[in-house]
C-alpha cells in the first residue's frame, strides 16, 4: 500500500485482547478493503522494531508481521484513505525490485526476509 510516499504493509494495535493473528487480519481488511473471510494467515515473519511518538513521549514498539493468503477472484482493493493510504496495489515476484527503493527500511527487512525464506516455497 502506498502511504507518505512509500510503499507499506498494514499494520496496527492488538486491540480488545485479540490474538495478534487476528488483528494482523482485521488490519489488512480495514487497510485494503479485501474479504476478511478470504484472508488466512499462513505463517509467521520476521518481527521488527521501531520508535513511535504518543503524548510527545517516545516509544519503542515491536512489530509482529504475518505471512498471509487471499482467497478470492476479487482482489480489487479499497484504500483506507483516512489513514493516509492513497494505493494497495498486488505485486508479482518479479516486479519486486522496482519497489525496494520506496520501502521503509522495516519493511525492506521484513520483504528480504519473506523473499529470502519462503517466497519459494510452495504452499498446500
Not at 32 to 51: N, S
Request: charged share 30%; hydrophobic share 35%; net charge neutral.
Amino acid at each position: 500500500m502506498f502511504k507518505r510516499g512509500k510503499w507499506d504493509m498494514p499494520k496496527g494495535r492488538v486491540e480488545d485482547r485479540a490474538c495478534r493473528e487476528q488483528s494482523a487480519l482485521r488490519e489488512v481488511n480495514e487497510e485494503t478493503g479485501l474479504a476478511l473471510d478470504k484472508l488466512t494467515v499462513e505463517g509467521k515473519l520476521v518481527p521488527t522494531w521501531h520508535t513511535t511518538r504518543h503524548n510527545n513521549i517516545k516509544y519503542l514498539k515491536k512489530t509482529h508481521w504475518f505471512l498471509m493468503r487471499y482467497d478470492g477472484d476479487d482482489d480489487a482493493t479499497n484504500p483506507q484513505v483516512e489513514e493516509g493510504i492513497i494505493e494497495c496495489r498486488w505485486v508479482h515476484l518479479s516486479d519486486l525490485p522496482t519497489y525496494r527503493a520506496l520501502l521503509p527500511v522495516r519493511i525492506d527487512y521484513v520483504v528480504d526476509f519473506w523473499h529470502q525464506n519462503m517466497a519459494y516455497t510452495p504452499r498446500p
